[in-house]
């Protein structure tokens, strides 16, 4: 049974010393997590996240461990934003516990507002590339998970083999992404520490910055081109140009060629993915959704390709 707004102020009360709880609001984030923003007497906001499975409790244990060791890299200055710092723990009736931080502020990303220049956008370039640069370690020294390059380009192809078995891809769109999963030269790349899963609401900025940076349970080590593909994807064209020219003068030692072709590539990978996640979860309406993405891709890319 998910726990309600109540028990969850109730767990916050519990894992942070003095909080005195005056109110309480549901909060939506991916994962298999109950969550709540919780208001306390001196209108300070925190943040509760308690896990519903074994497997969210083991993810939120990894998560905790890695926002320790990035909140070092912060006050170091290496990472130009904050990151979630944990205030308290709470132990759960079932086993696992909930933690809990203080909330984040500020306003999440609005990728349309994106222009060229030396702004926001070449901002986001930097703090990537930021994130790029952390040693392998930090990730891994988390019990989280960590990929060579061959080993991450195989899982693209068992995830495309699934996607295909569906019968749901368009034809031509599948043999154009497997011909590219096939090109062993747009595969050479090296891992790095990537977020995972950014969206808008997980980068918070102000004033023309990135201010902090949440939303860290599926890091890893693995494809630059994880990071870059949602904004590669969904920024104004105009801006992405900016992006990538500080992204590169940020990266030390970076010869990846086909970065940018890959982003792209995983940006629309990124649509057998959640055709997939409808079909395994039974969920009609994300399927359907999903073909109507995928078909609208399909046309763009055969009206794109060459006479």
Do not use: N
Request: glycine share 6%; net charge negative.
């Amino acid at each position: 049974m998910p726990r309600s707004p109540l028990a969850l102020a109730a767990l916050a009360t519990a894992a942070v010393p003095g909080l005195d709880a005056r109110s309480v609001r549901p909060e939506e984030v991916p994962g298999d997590y109950d969550v709540a923003v919780v208001t306390a007497a001196d209108d300070r906001d925190w943040l509760v996240r308690a896990p519903r499975t074994t497997m969210a409790g083991a993810a939120l244990e990894a998560e905790i461990e890695l926002l320790e060791a990035l909140h070092l890299y912060v006050e170091a200055g290496v990472l130009p934003f904050t990151v979630p710092q944990v205030a308290g723990y709470a132990l759960l009736p079932e086993g696992g516990r909930a933690v809990v931080h203080q909330h984040v502020t500020g306003d999440p990303l609005d990728l349309d507002s994106l222009r060229p220049g030396p702004g926001l956008a070449a901002d986001l370039g930097r703090t990537l590339a930021a994130v790029h640069e952390l040693p392998a370690s930090v990730v891994e020294s988390c019990g989280l998970p960590s990929y060579t390059a061959t080993e991450y380009r195989e899982r693209r192809l068992v995830e495309l083999d699934e996607a295909a078995a569906t019968g749901k891809v368009p034809p031509t769109l599948l043999r154009r992404w497997e011909a590219a999963l096939e090109d062993v030269a747009l595969w050479r790349f090296q891992p790095v520490v990537v977020h995972g899963d950014l969206a808008p609401d997980q980068m918070l900025v102000s004033r023309g910055r990135v201010t902090s940076v949440s939303g860290w349970s599926e890091s890893r080590v693995a494809d630059p081109a994880d990071d870059l593909a949602w904004l590669l994807a969904a920024a104004p064209p105009e801006a992405v140009d900016s992006i990538m020219e500080a992204y590169q003068l940020r990266r030390t030692e970076l010869h990846d060629t086909r970065l940018v072709d890959r982003a792209l590539l995983v940006g629309e990978l990124a649509l057998a993915r959640w055709l997939l996640h409808g079909v395994r979860r039974g969920l009609p309406d994300v399927v359907e959704d999903a073909e109507a993405m995928l078909a609208d891709l399909d046309e763009a890319t055969r009206e794109d390709a060459p006479a």
